[in-house]
């Protein structure tokens, strides 16, 4: 299990002036909308352990800490040990009264998956009914993969949609 710090211990930190490497791995959109100040955007299907070889300790952070445990994972399957997820991500940090940087509001990527699998079970059903009972697999299909995803906490359909156009936001979203 990767370490993880509450966001008033990084408050603590960043107010005390200590150089901390925070790095969100939320897609550019998301980051775009809300992100803590000083927070570098590496979204966590393009971040490679091999570009972030120092020793300096890197604090990940997302939405509400999953995919910044999966970072740390990540990071730790390659043999670094100085990662830490940042414990109920960036929601948890604006609660905590971290500085963020606000932009434009986006539809999370959370509700996104809501959307295109509702569509898709809808879509399915009306086709199966009405064309050929063979759409009825196209639910069922949808209907495994969100259990699948609730058992391993890894969302296939939420890893297509974050490479959407639309939730690419700016070309360069670090601060």
Not at 87 to 97: L, R
Not at 111 to 130: E, H, P, Y
């Amino acid at each position: 299990m990767p370490e993880t710090i509450q966001p008033g211990e990084l408050k603590s930190k960043l107010a005390s002036g200590e150089s901390v490497k925070l790095i969100d791995v939320r897609t550019p959109a998301e980051f775009q909308e809300v992100h803590v100040d000083g927070a570098q955007n590496v979204p966590l299907d393009r971040i490679d352990p091999a570009n972030h070889a120092d020793d300096q300790t890197i604090y990940f952070v997302c939405r509400s800490g999953s995919r910044g445990q999966t970072a740390c994972k990540k990071f730790e399957a390659a043999g670094m040990t100085n990662v830490v997820n940042v414990a109920g991500g960036t929601e948890a940090c604006v609660q905590a009264g971290l500085p963020v940087n606000r932009g434009q509001k986006v539809m999370s990527l959370e509700r996104q998956v809501r959307i295109a699998a509702g569509a898709l079970v809808v879509a399915g059903t009306a086709l199966g009914f009405f064309v050929h009972p063979y759409w009825l697999a196209l639910p069922a299909f949808v209907g495994s993969g969100l259990v699948f995803a609730g058992v391993t906490d890894t969302c296939g359909m939420g890893m297509m949609l974050a490479k959407m156009p639309w939730n690419q936001g700016c070309g360069s979203c670090s601060t």
